[in-house]
């Protein structure tokens, strides 16, 4: 009998650093795992609850240049940075956030309780846009290739290695052989 892998799934998180600090974990489907604000964050903690959740492979903020919090969060897991040309204004931060849970159909369940939340929710939505034309074009190949079932190992390839859907896709399916 085999071994059932249950594993987490890859993601984009949002941070908001500051005396309340807050995240944001969106799959790389475009799904809400987590929103969270709380001013007992500190960047172990943060560290530890969203890698208990996710393999984080891009971190977003609202802020331009990106704040010291969210390079040393990035830094330690190999993440990417993604951040807005400029910084956002409150508006703008508002628009994207509730249109995101519009999107989602998630306006009923999910309540952005403070600007922490929003600001966090924002960024991980950057970062998540910042890829989804992109991911669109992997999720179409890997339809017409039949090959659906390595959807997040392909994304991350492209991400994380800079590797090219043709590259990725023929090196996790050199992998998959193997099995």
């Known amino acids: 009998m085999g071994v059932i ?11 908001d650093p500051g005396t309340t600090k807050s995240y944001a974990i969106i799959d790389i489907n475009g799904n809400l795992l987590s929103l969270k604000s709380s001013k007992k964050l500190d960047l172990n903690k943060s560290i530890q609850e969203i890698s208990n959740i996710s393999k984080v492979i891009a971190v977003g903020t609202d802020i331009n240049p990106a704040p010291k919090f969210v390079e040393k969060f990035a830094s330690s897991l190999s993440a990417k940075i993604i951040r807005p040309e400029k910084t956002l204004q409150q508006k703008d ?34 970062a998540y846009k910042n890829y989804k034309t992109l991911f669109n074009k992997v999720d179409n190949k890997l339809i017409k290739n039949n090959k659906s079932h390595l959807n997040e190992e392909i994304k991350n390839l492209i991400i994380t290695k800079n590797f090219t859907i043709k590259k990725a896709i023929s090196v996790i399916g050199t992998n998959n052989t193997q099995d």
Do not use: C, M
């Open 5 to 15: 892998k249950i594993d987490r799934p890859y993601s984009f998180i949002g941070l």
């Open 93 to 126: 931060k508002w628009r994207i956030a509730k249109e995101y849970l519009k999107d989602k159909k998630y306006t009923e369940k999910i309540k952005i309780e403070n600007k922490h939340q929003r600001d966090a929710l924002t960024g991980a939505v950057l």
